[in-house]
Every structure is written in C-alpha cells, then in structure tokens.
C-alpha cells in the first residue's frame, strides 16, 4: 500500500528540541520531492519545509529558518524534521507530504500527521 | 511571499445544488513557458489529513468524482462542485506552487444548508 507515516504524538517544554519522523512504503522514495505541512489547532495549513530527492536542496518559510532542518534517508525511506527552539505557535499536527518526481509540484499523498505541542 | 486569498471564509449550499469556492493569488501562477497554472486543491475532512483533489488548476486527480472541477487562470481560480452530496462537507484550500515558500489559502468551510 502506498502510505506515508509519521511518528506519534509529542510533548515538549518551550525552547526545546525533537526530530519528526515520517516513514515511507508503496513507492519509490527516492524518486520524489518531499514536504512538511502542518496545521495548528482548528487553523488552516501551513507550508513548512522540503528537499530535493537527494537531499542537495531545502527550502524552508521564514517562520522556521534557522530552527527546523528537514532531510532524509532514502536508504531507510525515510524524511525528517528536526524541530528546535520551540515556541508555543510551533503547535501543531505537522503531516508529511509528496510532491513531484520532476519538480515540487502538488502534494498528492499524504500522511495522517503528528501532533506536536509546545507547553510548560 | 504569494498570498492565496480564498471567499467565502464558509459557505452553506443544499443537497443537489452547485457550490462555488474562489482563490485569488497575489501574483499570477501562470509558468508562460508551458501555459501551466500552478495551482492545487485540497479537500480536508475532520481528523483526516489534506486530499488532493485537482493540480494543475483544473485536471482532476485520478478517482475524485467529476462533480468537482477548477477553472481559472492567472491569478483568479474557482473550484466548483457541481451538485453537492453530504460526503463533501470538509474545509477545501488552494495552494500554489510556482514559488517558494508554497503557499495555501486560508481555506472555505462547506457546510449543508
């Protein structure tokens, strides 16, 4: 079955740190453009980061660059998003996403997301 | 940053009858080269994950109902739902990928009147 995962729920103090995780299957990987989506409570969604097939390119929005570093290990088929320097509207569902072969086009496969939440 | 610009914020249609989301992206989504409008839809349901529903600006993904259609160009785009069914209740977004940051609309909740 073609199916992205992420990794379950987290609770993390203000300031600190976590790496998200989203697992692979169906699919070639390796062949795609990846994405991180996420969506804070009863809000609409937000584009956060993706990378290149390779790895050689990342693109980030403003509101996480120098915080978050998206990568991935097409060996293990498998994307990441290291999350630090948390804040309270780092709060969210964060889902992890394919784009295109060619180029990031839309996102046509998603997964059923990971909560994040920042409090004390 | 491409704002993507969505009305109504909610709309309420009947059973049946044809319901109209529009987007309006700050600065056309236009690729001149290959007269592609770089833009997607997305249908949200509650407690489940985006669908894409149409790239593009208007081909359909493969097994949704040909009851929603896109039309548009530029920067001005509708998705319309031809005869609404109680299954299509969700929140829907545009997206736009021709720059960097992608970005998404605020997103039209569709209720049943």
């Known amino acids: 079955e073609v199916q992205l995962v992420e990794s379950g729920e987290h609770l993390v103090q203000p300031g600190g740190s976590l790496r998200l995780s989203c697992s692979a299957s169906g699919f070639i990987f390796s062949s795609y453009w990846m994405t991180w989506v996420r969506q804070a409570p009863g809000k609409g969604l937000e584009w956060v980061a993706n990378?290149?097939?390779?790895?050689?390119?990342?693109y980030y929005v403003d509101s996480v660059k120098g915080r978050f570093t998206i990568s991935r290990d097409n060996t293990k088929n498998s994307l990441y998003l290291r999350v630090s320097s948390l804040r309270a509207d780092d709060t969210a569902v964060y889902y992890c996403?394919?784009?295109?072969?060619?180029?990031?086009?839309?996102?046509?496969?998603w997964g059923r997301g990971t909560l994040v939440t920042v409090s004390s | 940053d491409f704002v993507m610009t969505q009305s109504p914020d909610s709309l309420a249609v009947s059973l049946g009858e044809r319901a109209t989301i529009n987007c309006q992206s700050s600065q056309s989504v236009l690729y001149s080269s290959n007269n592609k409008n770089y833009l997607a839809w997305y249908q949200q349901k509650p407690g489940q994950p985006p669908k894409l529903l149409i790239y593009w600006a208007s081909t359909r993904e493969s097994g949704v109902p040909d009851r929603f259609s896109g039309s548009g160009s530029g920067t001005d785009f509708t998705l319309t739902i031809s005869s609404l069914q109680a299954e299509d209740v969700a929140v829907y977004y545009c997206q736009q990928y021709y720059n960097t940051p992608r970005t998404f609309g605020q997103g039209t909740k569709l209720e049943i009147k």
């Open positions: 996403a394919r784009g295109g072969a060619d180029w990031d086009w839309y996102l046509d496969l």
């Open positions: 990378i290149k097939q390779d790895g050689s390119e990342t």
